[in-house]
Protein backbone atom coordinates (compact mmCIF):
# COMPACT_ATOMS: atom_id res chain seq x y z
CA UNK A 1 0.00 0.00 0.00
CA UNK A 2 3.06 2.03 0.50
CA UNK A 3 4.27 1.81 -2.90
CA UNK A 4 1.21 3.15 -4.01
CA UNK A 5 0.94 6.04 -2.21
CA UNK A 6 4.30 6.98 -3.18
CA UNK A 7 3.53 6.24 -7.41
CA UNK A 8 0.90 8.28 -6.77
CA UNK A 9 2.35 11.50 -4.82
CA UNK A 10 5.22 11.10 -7.35
CA UNK A 11 2.84 10.75 -10.18
CA UNK A 12 1.11 14.20 -9.06
CA UNK A 13 4.38 16.27 -8.73
CA UNK A 14 5.12 16.86 -12.82
CA UNK A 15 1.46 16.53 -13.96
CA UNK A 16 0.44 19.76 -15.54
CA UNK A 17 -2.16 21.85 -14.13
CA UNK A 18 -4.50 22.29 -17.42
CA UNK A 19 -7.47 20.04 -16.62
CA UNK A 20 -9.05 17.67 -19.28
CA UNK A 21 -12.14 15.55 -19.05
CA UNK A 22 -13.57 11.87 -19.70
CA UNK A 23 -15.75 9.48 -20.39
CA UNK A 24 -14.98 5.49 -18.75
CA UNK A 25 -17.14 2.92 -19.56
CA UNK A 26 -15.57 -0.73 -17.87
CA UNK A 27 -15.44 -2.95 -15.59
CA UNK A 28 -14.91 -2.03 -11.95
CA UNK A 29 -16.10 1.34 -13.31
CA UNK A 30 -19.12 1.18 -15.26
CA UNK A 31 -20.06 4.11 -16.32
CA UNK A 32 -17.52 6.97 -15.01
CA UNK A 33 -16.75 10.50 -15.50
CA UNK A 34 -13.00 11.63 -15.03
CA UNK A 35 -10.68 14.82 -14.40
CA UNK A 36 -7.37 14.43 -15.55
CA UNK A 37 -4.21 16.31 -14.95
CA UNK A 38 -1.50 14.94 -17.74
CA UNK A 39 2.25 15.72 -17.86
CA UNK A 40 4.67 14.42 -20.93
CA UNK A 41 4.95 11.27 -19.32
CA UNK A 42 2.02 10.72 -16.70
CA UNK A 43 -1.29 11.44 -15.95
CA UNK A 44 -3.60 11.69 -12.81
CA UNK A 45 -7.06 10.31 -13.04
CA UNK A 46 -9.72 10.85 -10.65
CA UNK A 47 -13.58 9.57 -11.46
CA UNK A 48 -16.65 9.09 -10.47
CA UNK A 49 -19.94 7.26 -11.85
CA UNK A 50 -22.35 4.90 -11.21
CA UNK A 51 -25.10 2.48 -12.75
CA UNK A 52 -28.51 2.13 -12.18
CA UNK A 53 -30.83 -0.87 -12.45
CA UNK A 54 -34.40 -0.63 -11.60
CA UNK A 55 -34.00 -2.19 -7.78
CA UNK A 56 -30.27 -1.68 -7.81
CA UNK A 57 -27.70 1.63 -7.94
CA UNK A 58 -24.40 1.05 -7.93
CA UNK A 59 -21.50 3.78 -7.07
CA UNK A 60 -17.75 4.37 -8.20
CA UNK A 61 -15.17 6.27 -7.37
CA UNK A 62 -11.42 6.21 -8.60
CA UNK A 63 -8.38 7.33 -8.29
CA UNK A 64 -5.56 6.49 -11.31
CA UNK A 65 -2.21 6.93 -12.23
CA UNK A 66 -0.81 6.32 -15.52
CA UNK A 67 2.53 6.24 -16.64
CA UNK A 68 4.03 6.22 -20.07
CA UNK A 69 6.55 5.06 -21.95
CA UNK A 70 9.37 7.83 -22.38
CA UNK A 71 9.60 7.23 -26.61
CA UNK A 72 5.83 8.24 -26.18
CA UNK A 73 6.48 11.83 -26.53
CA UNK A 74 7.99 10.99 -30.01
CA UNK A 75 4.28 9.33 -31.00
CA UNK A 76 0.84 11.21 -31.05
CA UNK A 77 -0.33 8.55 -29.03
CA UNK A 78 1.10 4.95 -27.48
CA UNK A 79 0.99 2.62 -25.01
CA UNK A 80 0.29 3.53 -20.87
CA UNK A 81 0.80 1.42 -17.51
CA UNK A 82 -1.89 2.28 -14.86
CA UNK A 83 -2.07 1.57 -11.64
CA UNK A 84 -5.07 2.93 -8.56
CA UNK A 85 -7.69 2.31 -6.00
CA UNK A 86 -11.21 1.89 -7.47
CA UNK A 87 -14.18 1.93 -4.52
CA UNK A 88 -17.62 -0.25 -5.07
CA UNK A 89 -20.71 -0.15 -3.33
CA UNK A 90 -23.70 -2.01 -4.74
CA UNK A 91 -27.19 -1.78 -3.18
CA UNK A 92 -30.11 -3.13 -3.74
CA UNK A 93 -33.46 -3.75 -1.45
CA UNK A 94 -31.68 -6.64 0.34
CA UNK A 95 -27.94 -5.88 0.26
CA UNK A 96 -25.06 -3.49 0.43
CA UNK A 97 -22.03 -4.59 -0.67
CA UNK A 98 -18.76 -2.37 -0.37
CA UNK A 99 -15.69 -3.18 -2.38
CA UNK A 100 -12.24 -1.45 -2.55
CA UNK A 101 -9.96 -2.43 -5.31
CA UNK A 102 -5.99 -2.30 -6.34
CA UNK A 103 -6.40 -1.51 -10.34
CA UNK A 104 -2.99 -3.01 -12.22
CA UNK A 105 -3.08 -2.42 -15.73
CA UNK A 106 -1.87 -1.90 -19.83
CA UNK A 107 -3.69 -0.28 -22.26
CA UNK A 108 -2.99 1.91 -25.68
CA UNK A 109 -4.38 5.25 -26.74
CA UNK A 110 -5.40 6.04 -30.07
CA UNK A 111 -5.30 10.06 -31.08
CA UNK A 112 -8.31 11.17 -32.84
CA UNK A 113 -7.64 14.91 -32.33
CA UNK A 114 -5.22 17.48 -30.90
CA UNK A 115 -5.97 17.38 -27.74
CA UNK A 116 -8.84 14.13 -27.51
CA UNK A 117 -8.14 10.56 -27.36
CA UNK A 118 -9.65 7.15 -27.40
CA UNK A 119 -7.80 4.55 -24.82
CA UNK A 120 -8.66 0.91 -23.99
CA UNK A 121 -7.08 -1.25 -21.37
CA UNK A 122 -6.74 -4.49 -19.62
CA UNK A 123 -5.62 -6.13 -15.95
CA UNK A 124 -6.59 -7.45 -13.36
CA UNK A 125 -8.02 -5.92 -9.89
CA UNK A 126 -7.49 -7.04 -6.86
CA UNK A 127 -10.12 -7.27 -3.42
CA UNK A 128 -8.43 -4.84 -0.62
CA UNK A 129 -11.93 -4.63 1.18
CA UNK A 130 -14.88 -6.51 1.46
CA UNK A 131 -17.94 -5.42 3.33
CA UNK A 132 -21.81 -7.38 2.79
CA UNK A 133 -24.59 -5.81 5.25
CA UNK A 134 -27.78 -7.71 5.29
CA UNK A 135 -30.79 -5.37 5.24
CA UNK A 136 -33.41 -7.23 4.99
CA UNK A 137 -33.25 -11.22 4.45
CA UNK A 138 -34.70 -12.39 1.42
CA UNK A 139 -37.02 -15.39 0.96
CA UNK A 140 -36.57 -17.98 -0.87
CA UNK A 141 -34.11 -21.49 -1.00
CA UNK A 142 -31.77 -19.92 -3.71
CA UNK A 143 -28.85 -17.29 -2.24
CA UNK A 144 -25.78 -16.70 -4.25
CA UNK A 145 -23.08 -14.43 -3.23
CA UNK A 146 -19.99 -14.32 -5.58
CA UNK A 147 -16.88 -12.49 -3.84
CA UNK A 148 -13.76 -13.04 -5.68
CA UNK A 149 -10.14 -11.85 -4.76
CA UNK A 150 -8.74 -11.51 -8.23
CA UNK A 151 -11.04 -10.15 -11.23
CA UNK A 152 -10.46 -9.10 -14.63
CA UNK A 153 -10.25 -4.90 -15.00
CA UNK A 154 -10.95 -3.74 -18.39
CA UNK A 155 -12.47 -1.09 -20.62
CA UNK A 156 -12.68 1.84 -22.69
CA UNK A 157 -12.01 6.03 -22.26
CA UNK A 158 -12.29 8.54 -23.80
CA UNK A 159 -10.45 12.14 -22.98
CA UNK A 160 -11.21 15.52 -24.77
Given at each position: ???????????????????????????????????????????????????????????????????????????????????????????????????????????????????????????????????????????????M????P???S???????
Open positions: MKSLIVFLTFLQIGVHRNPRFGLTLGFPEFLQGSLYLEGMNKALELGAGGFLLKNETIFTASINGYLYPQFRRFLLRGPFFSTGISYLRDENPNYIWKYLYLNLRVGNTVGLRRRSYFAYYLGASYQLYYKKIVKEEPGGWFRDLNFLIPFGVKFVF
